[in-house]
């Protein structure tokens, strides 16, 4: 389905984010470390599509170096998700964008690692103004809606270690893991209009930690 990236896509997501209900923390997760990711809407590379934006972390982090991400980090102290994940768009792409952009936001996913990850839904007109910093992010990329919505795009696995399905994305000839894929699949099932939850989805071995 393709989505034009003009106002009334804005308008049509905004609508499924606002009807879309939030899973109620519970006491588990109120324990770990907050963070935010942006599911930053904007123009696809080409023709007049609507993407989200995926970036390939720097190889010299010291953490999840290499890897596909969206955009985002811990929160800081007294920092709303929200806050941080406009904070950390920024940081990262140069995108300068305030709460008036924000569409929504999805469920808080918990990562084996220690992490509860609220994913926030952004609206970015200016898609010129994307500045990758080399610093965190070694590639940005595009990704056009009707991508995530083709029935191969998402495929679920066992691993030996849990009980738990291992999703799994498939981009560019590469496998995105949880969380981003869980985040990513999440958003494309409230784009759907589907309440579907993906707190315990699992994330693979290699990213427990």
């Known amino acids: 389905m393709m989505r034009p990236f003009d106002d009334a896509t804005r308008r049509n997501i905004a609508g499924a984010c606002a009807a ?17 990711v942006a599911v930053t809407l904007t123009a696809a590379r080409e023709g007049d599509d609507t993407a989200f934006l995926l970036t390939l972390r720097a190889s010299h982090l010291r953490a999840h170096r290499g890897q ?30 305030t709460s008036a952009e924000v569409l929504g936001t999805l469920d808080d996913y918990p990562t084996r690692s220690g992490y509860l990850i609220t994913p926030v839904v952004v609206w970015a007109a200016d898609s010129g103004a994307i500045r990758p910093n080399p610093e965190e992010v070694a590639s940005v990329h595009r990704i056009a809606l009707d991508t995530i919505e083709r029935e191969e795009a998402f495929d679920f ?47 693979p071995v290699f990213a427990w930690k």
Request: net charge negative.
């Open 20 to 36: 879309f209900t939030r899973l109620p923390e519970d006491d588990a997760s109120s324990a770990l470390k907050r963070a935010a």
């Open 68 to 97: 596909w991400a969206l955009p985002g980090g811990r929160c800081d102290a007294g920092e709303t998700p929200v806050e941080a994940a406009l904070r950390e768009l920024e940081e990262e792409l140069g995108l300068r964008l």
């Open 157 to 203: 696995t066992a691993i030996p270690e849990s009980t738990r399905r291992v999703i799994r994305f498939h981009h560019q000839m590469s496998l995105i893991h949880a969380p981003t894929a869980a985040l990513i699949y999440q958003f494309r099932e409230v784009l759907a209009g589907r309440h579907t939850r993906v707190t315990e989805l699992e994330q």
